[in-house]
């Protein structure tokens, strides 16, 4: 059944759901859904910013004790679904029901007060001060008939709402000293203890990995098992399949379908979210490869790698896998002029070359899309025109540093049509965009240098399926233009489909190294944990 065609969502007076196909055909009857507690009803709901409809007659319904998957491409519109949901925009038309009453949400604090807690995909804890300070605050236990904070009970309670979830944190920690798994497990303890009954996470694992994930997916199901309803926002298909109940899809801003996990399938989801079929979602055309562009001999950094040693080639994708904190992005920044290297030769070309700085870095050809692209790509106040120019300025100034405008526009709207940008203008917000257009600007400000060895840092972190594939045939492109790839990656199939070899780092030593054909998935996980087979 192809599900894309249906696009409109109506509810019987019985509670069933159905499906208005857009061709007339008779409405699809969701019957498993009729007999569901719901304990969310979103329905018909509209939103536009400045005229421009984001939102058109969308809804969702999610049952207790559900972990229902909201999916759709960047852009689709669950971000705007759920501030409305939260308090933090208005909805212009529709209707929000909890428990079968409807409620009008005007803030974040009502959205609270109706048991609505959102974990956002960017942490924002108070880093000084403790575990059990961020989680009660603004809602501190005080002393009777005083404003004096009781930091015994804060402790106590604290430590209480650890143990119901089965997890163990120390409430007198700073955050600071945390991981980003452990301050994610603050934050869903901060819901809970606000006695939330429905909690919106928002791409939770995109900056965890691994047994963190199954830590957060335990929690999850502890949460499920006592009544409280998860909805949950990812990009990472294998996830929503083992975790969820429910998926429902946006698109363009409009409802496409709400099903149970169990009759869907990973193709089906991805025609429904981009409205067409990804055929070949990793290019199977390989590139040429030829002499080596980049090598890498002993290279060390105090604390964090020690001997690290590899050749990358001309046309090549280079794969670097492991665990999170193995090491792989410390590598790239070291090599990229971030930090000094305390030991270590590089080459470029067959040239020893000395790289004490980024500057350094573009001078040899280097560019480096990194991992965090809101923090260390762009400049989210900026335009689009300005963050891709950005770091090739000097090639449209002519002398006294006047800019060659037009020059300059073009080759802003070479490089938006070039990499299929949607993007209004070059004048357009760059934090306006959605995320897999952010991370299309960061590259493209790079390929304006014209570099011939391009780093790419975790690139498809939080960008959806449709903007994976765009970026998974422009590092194959890139290859066959003879630049070499190097692609850092915490996801399996990424690294499979894509490299050519892949390096395999754990607690900054490289462990195993593997070639196409020679590819296996079991033995790379065991070189990540450092459990390799002896051969």
């Given amino acids: 059944m192809i599900m894309d065609r249906y696009v409109r969502n109506a509810h019987n007076g019985d509670g069933r759901r159905t499906i208005a196909p857009m061709n007339g055909n008779i409405p699809m009857t969701l019957g498993h859904r009729a007999s569901v507690d719901y304990i969310l009803r979103m329905q018909g709901i509209c939103k536009s910013f400045s005229g421009v409809p984001v939102l058109r007659d969308v809804n969702l319904d999610v049952a207790a004790g559900e972990v229902h998957a909201l999916m759709g491409e960047n852009g689709a519109g669950k971000s705007t679904l759920m501030k409305i949901l939260c308090g933090i925009h208005q909805k212009d038309d529709g209707a929000i029901y909890l428990n079968g009453q409807p409620v009008h949400i005007r803030s974040p604090k009502e959205s609270l007060r109706h048991g609505i807690s959102m974990i956002h995909q960017e942490l924002n804890p108070v880093r000084a001060m403790t575990v059990a300070e961020n989680i009660f605050l603004g809602r501190e236990p005080c002393y009777r008939f005083t404003t004096i904070v009781n930091r015994h009970r804060q402790r106590e309670q ?33 819901a809970v203890s606000c006695r939330a009954s429905i909690i919106i996470m928002d791409e939770p694992t995109s900056a965890i990995a691994g047994r963190e994930v199954e830590k957060l997916f335990a929690i999850i199901r502890n949460l499920k098992s006592r009544g409280i309803s998860i909805i949950y926002i990812s990009h990472r298909l294998e996830e929503i399949f083992r975790i969820s109940d429910t998926i429902t899809v946006l698109r363009d801003g409009r409802f496409i379908a709400s099903r149970p996990v169990a009759e869907l399938d990973g193709a089906a989801v991805v025609r429904m979210m981009v409205g067409r079929e990804i055929r070949e979602l990793f290019p199977k055309a390989q590139a040429a490869v030829g002499s080596i562009s980049l090598e890498v001999n002993g290279l060390a950094r105090r604390g964090k790698f020690r001997d690290i040693s590899f050749r990358a080639r001309c046309g090549e994708v280079l794969g670097f896998g492991g665990l999170m904190g193995a090491g792989r992005s410390e590598v790239m920044e070291t090599l990229f002029g971030m930090y000094r290297a305390d030991a270590g030769v590089i080459s470029i070309h067959g040239r020893s070359v000395a790289i004490r700085s980024p500057s350094d870095a573009i001078r040899h050809g280097l560019a480096l899309v990194t991992e965090d692209r809101q923090l260390t790509g762009l400049n989210l106040k900026a335009s689009v025109k300005a963050n891709m120019t950005l770091v090739s300025l000097k090639k449209f100034c002519l002398a006294r540093h006047v800019l060659r405008l037009g020059e300059e526009s073009r080759a802003v709207d070479a490089q938006l049509q070039s990499l299929a940008v949607k993007a209004r203008d070059q004048n357009q917000i760059v934090s306006t965009l959605s995320g897999g257009n952010q991370q299309k600007i960061v590259l493209a400000k790079w390929l304006l240098t014209d570099p011939q ?44 489909g894509l490299c050519d070899r892949i390096i395999i780092l754990c607690q900054g030593r490289i462990t195993a190294e593997f070639t196409r054909g020679s590819f296996d998935q079991e033995e790379i996980i065991r070189a990540a944990i450092g459990q390799r087979r002896e051969s």
């Fill in 158 to 190: 604290a430590a209480v709402l650890f143990e119901e979830l089965g997890a163990s944190l120390n409430p007198d920690a700073r955050m600071s000293s945390l991981s980003v798994a452990q301050m994610q497990l603050v934050e869903i303890v901060k």
């Fill in 453 to 496: 060895i391009v780093i790419l840092d975790e690139p498809t972190r939080g960008i959806d399926i449709g903007a994976k594939a765009d970026f998974y045939h422009i590092i194959r492109t890139l290859a066959r233009q003879g630049r070499t790839v190097i692609l850092v990656s915490s996801e399996m199939p990424e690294l499979l």
